[in-house]
Structures are given as structure tokens and as C-alpha cells.
């Protein structure tokens, strides 16, 4: 693996760790200032950040858990699923994020789901 690639796969855990435990940091530190989520459907912090803490009023104690990383490059695809006890314990959403990092943030994310099934968006 590429000294590139460690750094893509590091950028890809911790957008893992601080989804589950603190959304500002999330946004603030996986994400560049100018980032853009879904072909500019989310664009910068604080969008971001707002959008987060819609999820979290609609979904307090969602989750998510990687099952697969793929690094090439500065590309990182993220295999996950998104928990929601609230909803039942056989609840969930698969997804699968492109993520794409600059300067070992991500400043690019394409994230594939069913996005009428997640609250908050």
C-alpha cells in the first residue's frame, strides 16, 4: 500500500469513529472546507453540519458499521450499513460511499442508498 493509500484508508476509519460518536467533528475533520456530498447536494461545513444534526434530532442513536474498505489512490470505497435501534433491531440501510480525499481529507464523497428510507434528509 502507498504511503497515498494509508493515508486515504486513516481518512476512511475516522470517517467511521466520528459519524458514531461526535457529527461536528465528522464534518470538521473527514471532510475539506469546500467538500461536496453527492454531486453538491451538501457543499462546506456548514451546510454539512446542519444536515447532520437534522439526522441526529430524526435518528439519535444511529450508527453506522463498515463491513469493507477499498483504497486506490486517493479513492476509498466505504461498503456500511446505517443502524437504527429506534426502528427495530432488524433495521437497516446499506450503502456504499466513493469518497475521494485531498490533502488526506475527504473533499468528494458519493454516497449510494436508498435516502427515502433515513431520516433527517
Known amino acids: 500500500m ?9 481518512a476512511a476509519k475516522l470517517y467511521e469513529e466520528l459519524y458514531n460518536t461526535d457529527a461536528e467533528r465528522f464534518v470538521r475533520e473527514c471532510y475539506t472546507p469546500d467538500c461536496e456530498v453527492n454531486g453538491g447536494f451538501i457543499r462546506g461545513y456548514e451546510q454539512f453540519i ?38 427495530g433491531a432488524d433495521w437497516n440501510l446499506p450503502f456504499c460511499a466513493v469518497l475521494t480525499c485531498r490533502d488526506g481529507k475527504i473533499a468528494n464523497d458519493w454516497t449510494y442508498a436508498e435516502f427515502s428510507r433515513w431520516p433527517g434528509l
Open 2 to 10: 502507498t504511503s497515498e493509500e494509508q493515508r486515504t484508508l486513516a
Open 50 to 87: 446542519q444536515v447532520e444534526k437534522n439526522v441526529l434530532r430524526a435518528a439519535p442513536k444511529r450508527k453506522m458499521r463498515v463491513d469493507r474498505h477499498h483504497v486506490t489512490g486517493n479513492v476509498a470505497v466505504v461498503e456500511a450499513v446505517l443502524l437504527d435501534p429506534d426502528k
